[in-house]
């Protein structure tokens, strides 16, 4: 083994500023951990990664860009941005682009490394960490280092690989060295970087929120004694919709719903309310209205004449109290599961997975975006704290303020776990067949078949051929107008759940390509390890794990992606995945924001107000939901809903002057979408017939 020796570029001493200030590193449970890693020397990433970032600002920053490396070869942007991971050296405008990251960018122009080692070390998990322990722990070896590691910091790495790129990156940043007996020691300058860095101590690793724990949080006395004493009839009947809060950038919730309550101290009218609203925060006399309901809604307005209003009793003690913990209170005395959703948090979730949760524990319907509208409110009023992006935890303070109030007890449901329920559905079965198959090595026909319905099951026309010399399927699909293209699909079980190399035959592969006219070829298995990866990448031949192939069938079930984009994955072009996934998540959004439009339809029909008189523009949709919605839409994506809508097949609402009214349930425009669905469906079943 060969020791090089790679001459970094040197920090400028000029502008190494004393006074640095490093990335706040997030909190240690929503940190990756995995380690970025850009191939080449162990020694080489901090060049590499100069080197890279250089060329990236003389580009457009498109996935597709090719960029070459140091060794000579040559990657593409989206190559870069797969291997530098979740590190915050990049950053994405979701739009196929990546740019350097503010951080990255003041590192490359400073030499500074500290800034960079701060950045990874704020993104990643035991990254400064390890400084550390080579100071209590001077001269261990790798294996040492992960032991000592997985014991204290409760790290499930499977391989010494992850230990082994972070101590690279450190190297690579002279903060440590490898001597000749293959022992680690800190260096000089890894000895000078450390009190900058926030180090993450065993014992917060483990850190559990006590929910009996004590607290000061006191409610005031009328609100407390409410919050206390409702019954599960009563939390049951609570209100679904959280209802229209305008916002500013200079207010969170929590001050613009008590800005909004001030304007009620004395009594007004409704006139006057949203004059006052309108003027302070720039929202048309509709946007108002529609605040001053959802205050109403909340419990802290009550209509006291014709046209008057005035706060509540619960509420002027809120604001009398000067504490946040009175608005979430009330609120959950009058929404429906808000200060539930707090228990549910005690370890860190995003709000997707809390959304399936909360509605599988209490049988609601509840969107995605009035689970965001309660976890504003919660975040304002400091019950949860938000650690990273789209992730969220229960503070110590709100697990003490969910335990004085009474929380909707979990009705008994009687029926069976969701995951045995789903396996009675046919893509369930299908699943189920497949994941017993891939294992079932004693009959490999079993496992070809279910991967030709798998197949069949993305909307592709496939045969089971099988037999010597022939694919075990054989794929079609359209790639063009009257343009029919193949691809082969070659099914590997296994009684061990593993795929090896010895077991797969790479150029009878190539042979059925060429046999089958096949544009490319796909090998199916439970999982692949060894040399088989490495070879599959050489003969341009795309692994599918069993995992993935799941994930695929469940997504393109759900929110199915165009079949080209999955044809596109299959066939290993670069970014395949990527591309799927950013095509479910605007299928998603599509659809939220579908049903987002309906149910605003829904309420204001069902509770017309006198300007409105049940009707709404897309205008009006749009300051509805602009605050509710992530990310936040638009006219122009709001319209082609309503268009689709109040179609004729569908025939959901009905024009009025600029506006829409809803006139029929919700439940008749599913039923006739269904229809249509149930029509489309028999076509799909007689071409496979024919």
């Not at 000089?188 to 724990?213: C, F, N």
């Not at 079965?429 to 198959?437: H, N, P």
Request: aromatic share 6%.
């Amino acid at each position: 083994e060969h020791i090089v020796c790679i001459m970094a570029e040197e920090p400028n001493p000029d502008l190494l500023s004393t006074n640095l200030s490093l990335p706040t590193p997030r909190d240690w449970a929503v940190r990756y951990g995995g380690c970025p890693w850009l191939g080449g020397s162990i020694e080489d990433q901090v060049q590499r990664l100069r080197e890279f970032l250089k060329k990236l600002q003389e580009t457009d920053g498109s996935y597709n860009t090719e960029i070459a490396s140091p060794d000579g070869s040559v990657r593409t942007v989206g190559w870069y941005s797969r291997n530098l991971g979740s590190s915050g050296i990049l950053a994405s405008n979701g739009e196929g682009h990546v740019k350097i990251s503010e951080t990255a960018a003041q590192w490359l122009s400073t030499a500074d490394d500290r800034l960079l080692a701060g950045l990874i070390h704020s993104r990643i998990r035991l990254f400064g960490e390890i400084l550390q322990i080579l100071r209590d722990r001077p001269g261990i070896t790798h294996e040492e280092l992960y032991k000592e590691a997985s014991a204290k910091y409760q790290l499930d790495w499977k391989t010494l690989d992850p230990v082994r790129r972070r101590v690279g990156w450190l190297r690579s940043l002279k903060y440590v060295e490898l001597t000749f007996n293959r022992t680690i020691h800190l260096t000089k300058r890894g000895e000078d970087v450390l009190p900058l860095l926030k180090i993450v101590q065993p014992a917060d690793v483990s850190r559990e929120l006590d929910p009996q724990a004590t607290s000061n949080i006191t409610l005031p006395a009328a609100i407390a004694q409410e919050a206390s004493q409702m019954n599960d009839e009563k939390l049951s009947k609570r209100k679904n919709a959280f209802g229209y809060i305008p916002r500013s950038n200079v207010r969170d919730i929590y001050e613009s719903i008590k800005h909004l309550c001030l304007l009620f101290d004395p009594e007004t009218t409704k006139e006057e309310f949203v004059s006052r609203c309108s003027a302070d925060f720039g929202v048309k006399d509709s946007s108002g209205i529609s605040a001053l309901y959802a205050l109403r809604s909340m419990g802290l307005v009550e209509q006291v004449s014709l046209n008057g209003y005035r706060l509540t009793v619960n509420a002027r003690e809120w604001i009398n109290s000067e504490e946040r913990w009175g608005l979430l209170a009330i609120a959950h005395t009058k929404i429906f599961v808000v200060g539930e959703l707090i228990p549910y948090m005690k370890e860190v979730i995003r709000v997707p997975t809390l959304q399936k949760t909360i509605n599988r524990a209490y049988g609601s319907q509840l969107s995605l975006s009035e689970i965001r509208s309660r976890i504003h409110l919660l975040v304002a009023c400091s019950a949860i704290e938000q650690l990273a992006p789209g992730q969220f935890r229960a503070t110590q303070d709100g697990l003490a303020l969910a335990q004085q109030m009474s929380l909707l007890s979990e009705p008994e449901v009687p029926n069976q776990p969701s995951t045995v329920v789903e396996e009675t559905t046919a893509s369930g079965v299908l699943r189920q067949e497949v994941t017993e198959a891939a294992t079932d090595s004693k009959n490999p026909e079993r496992f070809e078949k279910a991967i030709q319905q798998c197949f069949e099951a993305l909307g592709y026309h496939a045969e089971h051929l099988g037999g010597p010399g022939k694919t075990d399927v054989l794929v079609h699909y359209t790639d063009g107008p009257g343009k029919t293209q193949r691809f082969i699909v070659d099914a590997k079980s296994s009684a061990s759940g593993t795929i090896t190399d010895n077991m797969v035959q790479f150029p009878a592969l190539k042979d059925h390509v060429t046999k089958h006219k096949a544009k490319f070829a796909v090998l199916v298995g439970p999982t692949f390890v060894g040399r088989v990866v490495s070879w599959a990448d050489e003969n341009n031949i795309v692994l599918l794990d069993l995992a993935r192939l799941k994930l695929l069938l469940d997504n393109q079930d759900r929110i199915p992606a165009p079949l080209d984009v999955v044809t596109d994955f299959l066939s290993g072009k670069e970014d395949g995945w990527s591309a799927l996934e950013t095509a479910w998540g605007q299928q998603q959004r599509s659809v939220e924001l579908l049903i987002e439009v309906i149910d605003c339809l829904r309420r204001e029909f069902n509770n017309p107000d006198g300007e409105t008189e049940g009707a709404l523009s897309a205008e009006q949709i749009y300051f509805l939901l602009r605050d509710v919605v992530e990310p936040r839409p638009t006219q122009a994506s709001i319209k082609p809903l309503l268009d689709l809508i109040s179609s004729p097949l569908i025939q959901g609402t009905h024009a009025v002057g600029k506006g829409w009214v809803f006139p029929d349930p919700p439940k008749l425009i599913s039923q006739r979408l269904r229809t249509i669905a149930n029509r489309i469906d028999a076509l799909s079943e007689a071409e496979s017939s024919s």
